[in-house]
């Protein structure tokens, strides 16, 4: 069974960073996408980062390019969002995603982790 569990989630004020962790059980890395995504109240689920796990490359949506940076690290089956210059409009449930094959695209992962509040204040 396949369990992905989020953490590092938290508030902070703009301009400050946090990383989150994804980490993965049950889930055998293969070649496909493991994603970052968001959800803010009243809004559409969206992509975020995402990295092709069979070769580390790298994908962000364009509102966070240069400031958030995604990573894995294959021998804990884990993945982390590092996020940096926070802006009060990143505030949202953040949630990881893994055996995707339309890389931003939520309707294209198989797996969700239950997700990780982000709070940002101004």
């Known amino acids: 069974q396949v369990q992905l569990v989020e953490s590092g989630g938290g508030s902070v004020q703009a301009g400050g960073s946090l990383r989150l962790s994804c980490a993965a059980s049950?889930?055998?890395?293969?070649?496909?996408?493991m994603g970052w995504f968001r959800q803010a109240p009243g809004k559409e689920r969206e992509g975020v980062a995402a990295?092709?796990?069979?070769?580390?490359?790298?994908y962000y949506a364009d509102s966070v390019k240069g400031r958030f940076t995604i990573s894995q690290d294959n021998a804990k089956n884990t993945v982390y969002l590092q996020m940096n210059s926070l802006k009060p409009e990143d505030t949202a449930m953040y949630y990881c995603?893994?055996?995707?094959?339309?890389?931003?695209?939520?309707?294209?992962?198989?797996?969700w982790g239950q997700g990780t509040q982000v709070t940002v204040s101004s």
């Open positions: 995603a893994a055996e995707g094959k339309t890389i931003l695209a939520p309707e294209g992962y198989n797996y």
């Open positions: 990295i092709y796990t069979g070769g580390g490359s790298t």
């Open positions: 049950g889930y055998t890395y293969s070649s496909n996408c």
